[in-house]
């Protein structure tokens, strides 16, 4: 759907179509539809108007690499946004994979609780050949007891889909921009920048359970944080 969008096959404010249509169509449920056109609102490509229907809002141009502080697909899902078709190659250098007990420092930075057991995932997010982010993770073991590097190597919120360990429910996020460190200027790509964009997520299972606290430090200038309300 998103192709399609953005190759005119809906062009801006055409409707899409019926529900019971598009299942059909992709020989899916009317719930996997509803998901999908959430998702897609959520993106800011559409939007449900009450006794009109699904309409295909004009695009917004911006040529950076966009993503979203929404995401829960993992670093994979930058390649879904149509904006994004500079994206030829992308790949994960895992740099530390530890158990590691949460002290009250770590405590106050991922909010977890004083003796909990999480693994520490450091991650060097390469876009066409170029360290273009760095992930500074941790997440409750409790959560998922067997998770092992090269799940990490992979995609972790895959793992936890294809394990069907829990739902992930809601993310709580902080974005700011801070001067590179010494260590991020070695890692990342900056060439004449010295800061980095900072995005914080805090992420949770349905059940309530904090599971995951996420830092991810980038090269501001080549991405864009999109977000999208309705009202």
């Given at each position: 759907m998103k192709g399609e969008i953005d190759s005119?096959?809906?062009p801006p404010k055409t409707i899409l179509p019926g529900e019971e249509e598009l299942s059909e169509r992709f020989s899916v449920t009317r719930n996997t539809i509803r998901r999908a056109l959430k998702k897609l609102?959520?993106?800011g490509l559409v939007y449900t108007v009450k006794g009109r229907g699904?309409?295909?809002?004009?695009p917004v141009t911006d040529n950076r690499m966009v993503f979203s502080a929404a995401n829960h697909f993992g670093f994979q899902d930058l390649t879904s946004f149509p904006q994004n078709k500079s994206i030829r190659e992308l790949a994960t250098k895992v740099l530390t994979f530890e158990e590691v007990e949460?002290?009250?420092e770590l405590s106050e930075h991922t909010s977890f609780s004083l003796g909990d057991i999480a693994y520490h995932v450091e991650r060097l997010r390469m876009v066409n050949g170029k360290a273009m982010a760095l992930d500074t993770s941790y997440?409750?073991?409790e959560n998922m007891p067997n998770l092992s590097e090269n799940d990490a190597q992979k995609s972790i919120y895959q793992y936890i889909r294809d394990e069907n360990l829990f739902k992930?429910?809601?993310?709580?996020s902080v974005a700011t921009v801070e001067t590179a460190d010494e260590r991020e200027t070695d890692l990342l790509d900056l060439d004449e920048s010295n800061?980095?964009?900072?995005l914080k997520k805090y992420v949770y299972t349905d059940l309530g359970s904090l599971f995951e606290c996420t830092e991810t430090k980038y090269i501001p200038n080549h991405f864009s944080l999109v977000g999208f309300e309705s009202y």
């Open positions: 005119d096959v809906y609102q959520s993106e699904v309409v295909v809002l004009e949460i002290d009250s997440f409750r073991k992930i429910a809601a993310a709580r800061c980095v964009g900072v």
